[in-house]
């Protein structure tokens, strides 16, 4: 297989086609968990994680299930399935591993399970490489490089989001702009420095 469809999907997804900064999916827990570096960056894996999961099965779901009994309307609510597992499977993980993490992540990690931007990711896959309910070639691999960089893409911003967050926490701001407002107008100047990219071409 061409190892260039593999870089450009990595570029696009992290860069030109970020879930966060330039589709606007999944900004509940890109405000809420990025006020510090570590569970931004532990959430930032957990939603890799589930993204690159949930494109290997809602893959196979599509493939095996879907298109062969024609029922490719039941897409939506299926995705939804599966990525509810594996966040369940994630929660279940991170509150056995790290009960601290758990307790401060609250409620923004059974948010993954409707977060829009792993949604997003499946329903991508399924409309990209699968044409016509026709399977293009490789389309296995690249669906599961897809969630994997898209998930890459929202560490990358939660991480950039998380330090220049913790920065600020050293600065005095105007009280009402302290937390959501101002994580707010960050969010807007990264998003409109992500545009830049979008000036790529392959």
């Known amino acids: 297989m061409d190892v260039s469809k593999f870089v450009m999907i990595f570029i696009s997804m992290v860069f030109i086609n970020n879930f966060i900064l330039s589709k606007f999916l ?4 890109f405000i809420g968990v990025s006020k510090e570096t570590r569970p931004a960056v532990s959430m930032g894996f957990a939603v890799m994680f589930v993204t690159t999961m949930s494109s290997i099965i809602t893959w196979l779901i599509y493939r095996f299930i879907l298109i062969p009994f024609n029922i490719t309307y039941m ?3 299926s995705f939804i399935l599966v990525i509810a597992t594996f966040v369940q499977l994630v929660e279940m993980f991170i509150r056995k591993t790290s009960p601290h993490l758990y307790k ?13 931007a792993v949604l997003g990711v499946a329903v991508l896959n399924s409309e990209e490489f699968f044409i016509n309910s026709k399977i293009v070639p490789g389309s296995f691999a690249l669906s599961v490089v897809q969630g994997l960089f898209a998930g890459v893409g929202y560490c990358l911003a939660m991480l950039l989001m998380s330090g220049i967050r913790e920065r600020l926490e050293l600065v005095e701001v105007p009280r ?3 937390d959501v407002p101002l994580a707010f107008v960050i969010a807007s100047l990264m998003s409109l420095a992500f545009m830049g990219f979008s000036g790529f071409r392959f």
């Open 26 to 29: 999944g900004l509940c827990s």
């Open 75 to 77: 897409r939506t609510i």
């Open 104 to 116: 401060f992540f609250g409620i923004y990690l059974p948010l993954i399970t409707v977060n829009c």
């Open 176 to 178: 009402s702009f302290k």
